[in-house]
């Protein structure tokens, strides 16, 4: 089983013809409400690559909650250790331009009241996958990684957006997740001195002993892996949308591994899962399902 312990958001979506400069204006035409944050996309991306999921989170009491988790629900995903809070439900406000490329600005809310509690009271152990990112407080996000650990689970963070990591989480995980730019956050926070993302994979791997995956974009990813370098391209599209491009990835890295799958296999899919999404707007409702991704990766 995966359990995803982290954020649930809406996406408030604009479409522009490019992503504004400080201090500018753009008009669009509309927008678009849709359910979104990484905790909910990580779980959704797992529960439609196969896995058997929960998603440990907090929402508001108020009519985005449902709209949320209405994606979550409708795939299966357990969310019975969903708390509800007095705050508004978590809200991304999504910008994509049109050659794809996006910012996001995340506004907690609700995900500030998430506990490490909601974790522990679930019955899980060796054989589970536990799958965190940081969009909750990162005191409660750390001590649920501790959890986690001391119960045997494999733990797989995903380190964005990026902060300080402090030693004693890192040594916990089983898989980091980074792209380039919070590869190099979290290394030189961890007093790490790297010249490159690639460099910081490497250093972050031989510091702390996790698998380390460093996301290159259309480049694809690199992971350091039990000692060893692992490359693996990304197949060429044409991208629409890269909003949670990398959700999809980490979300079919955790299922392929729960799974049962080598590393290098896991990390294939990840990478077709998270370029597939690209070809569709939208996040959630660009997430791949398993049969898609097995279909791509056979001729890829």
């Known amino acids: 089983m995966i359990i995803v312990f982290g954020s649930v958001a809406l996406d408030l979506v604009t479409n522009v013809s490019r992503i504004p400069s400080p201090g500018e204006s753009l008009v669009c035409p509309a927008y ?3 359910p979104g944050s990484k905790g909910g996309n990580q779980a959704l991306a ?24 209405a994606l979550l629900r409708a795939e299966g995903v357990d969310l019975s250790h969903l708390a509800r809070s007095d705050r508004a439900t978590g809200l991304c406000l999504v910008t994509v331009a049109a050659d794809g490329e996006n910012t996001v600005i995340a506004a907690s809310g609700a995900n500030l009241d998430t506990r490490a509690a909601q974790l522990e009271a679930l019955a899980f152990g060796a054989g589970d996958t536990v799958v965190f990112q940081m969009e909750v ?37 089983d898989v980091l997740v980074v792209n380039e730019h919070e590869a190099m956050i979290v290394a030189e926070a961890a007093g790490l001195s790297v010249g490159a993302p690639t460099d910081a994979a490497e250093a972050l791997h031989r510091a702390y002993g996790c698998s380390t995956i460093v996301t290159l974009g259309a480049l694809g990813a690199q992971a350091w892996h039990r000692g060893a370098l692992l490359e693996v391209a990304a197949p060429r599209i044409t991208p629409v949308d890269t909003t949670g491009a990398g959700d999809s990835f980490v979300g079919a890295l955790a299922a392929a591994l729960d799974g049962g799958s080598d590393f ?7 990478i077709v899962a998270g370029s ?24 890829f």
Do not use: K, W, Y
Not at 276 to 299: E, K, M, N, V, Y
């Open 264 to 270: 290098p296999t896991a990390m294939r899919r990840a």
């Open 32 to 34: 678009s409400l849709v």
């Open 276 to 299: 597939l999404a690209c070809t569709r707007p939208g996040a959630q409702t660009a997430i791949p399902r398993l049969a898609d991704i097995l279909s791509f990766s056979a001729d």
């Open 46 to 69: 797992a529960a439609r690559s196969g896995a058997r999921v929960a998603h440990v989170a907090t929402a508001g009491r108020d009519e985005h909650a449902e709209l949320a988790t």
């Open 137 to 173: 407080t990162l005191p409660e996000n750390f001590a649920a990684v501790a959890s986690a650990r001391r119960r045997g689970a494999r733990v797989v963070l995903n380190a964005a957006p990026a902060q300080h990591v402090p030693a004693e989480v890192l040594r916990a995980l």
